[in-house]
């Protein structure tokens, strides 16, 4: 393809982009995620050994959500009558950092790809009297609530579906990202990330990744380093091979 392909980088179309800077904060489940995820784990191994043929990636890309889900909130995984404190330990890193990021003067957009953890979000920053706008593949006006955000710089926070919102919306009012949940293709959240990082912004870009000690989300972050690398090395660095049979098995 090299005779008949022109790529141009971000970093050669506008140089004059501020940094980007990208974080990974670690968090330890609390002793109830813990113990649902063991439990999870266990089952799935066993489901995953029995399973055979095509139907062994199906049960095992079940299995990961199941644990994906675990990481994040217990709620999801429909569990009720739980405390915030036991159901989701990011619930807590997510409070403590926005209140640092808030306080500081930083405007943040939060990315999830489970619209219920978003959406479960809400009544703490009610209760913090936090204003924000919200986005999801349910939002009717999505240029509306982008201009209310981008224009209205008492809103210091945008809680957004991953994938109603990671391209086409320029967010430059935004300073900080923070990712709730990885996933296996790093170009979907930078993707995200650079919503926030466009022609436009004038300041340093921050993004975090709130990841889950000793559990699937550290090899999924593995997994992406292993993509980008792959990516790096295509012309057009816009594309990466899919989750093979392997690397799904290999999350185990």
């Avoid at 999505?142 to 957004?160: A, K, M, N, S, W």
Wanted: glycine share 8%.
């Amino acid at each position: 393809l090299r005779p008949v392909m022109l790529r141009r980088t971000k970093s050669e179309v506008a140089p004059e982009l501020p940094e980007k800077i990208e974080q990974v904060r670690y968090c330890d489940l609390t002793p109830k995620q813990f113990e649902v995820y063991q439990g999870i784990a266990k089952e799935s191994r066993a489901l995953v050994d029995a399973a055979e043929g095509g139907r062994k990636r199906m049960v095992a890309l079940t299995a990961l959500l199941r644990l994906r889900q675990a990481c994040c909130d217990l709620r999801l995984l429909g569990m009720k009558n739980l405390e915030e404190a036991e159901a989701s330990v990011k619930f807590q890193d997510l409070e403590a950092l926005l209140e640092e990021a808030i306080a500081g003067g930083h405007r943040v957009l939060v990315f999830s790809q489970f619209v219920q953890l978003l959406q479960g979000f809400v009544p703490v920053l009610a209760e913090r009297g936090w204003k924000f706008s919200y986005l999801d593949g349910q939002t009717r006006d999505r240029g509306e609530v982008v201009r209310r955000f981008q224009e209205d710089g008492t809103i210091p926070l945008f809680l957004i579906s991953l994938k109603a919102g990671g391209v086409g919306l320029n967010l430059t009012g935004a300073d900080t990202v923070v990712h709730l949940d990885p996933w296996w293709n790093p170009a979907v959240e930078a993707q995200a990330t650079d919503r926030a990082h466009r022609i436009g912004q004038e300041r340093v870009v921050t993004s975090y990744k709130l990841i889950t000690r000793g559990t699937v989300e550290e090899k999924i972050l593995a997994l992406q380093e292993k993509k980008k690398a792959l990516m790096e090395g295509l012309e057009t660095g816009a594309a990466a091979p899919g989750l093979s049979e392997e690397e799904v098995l290999g999350l185990f």
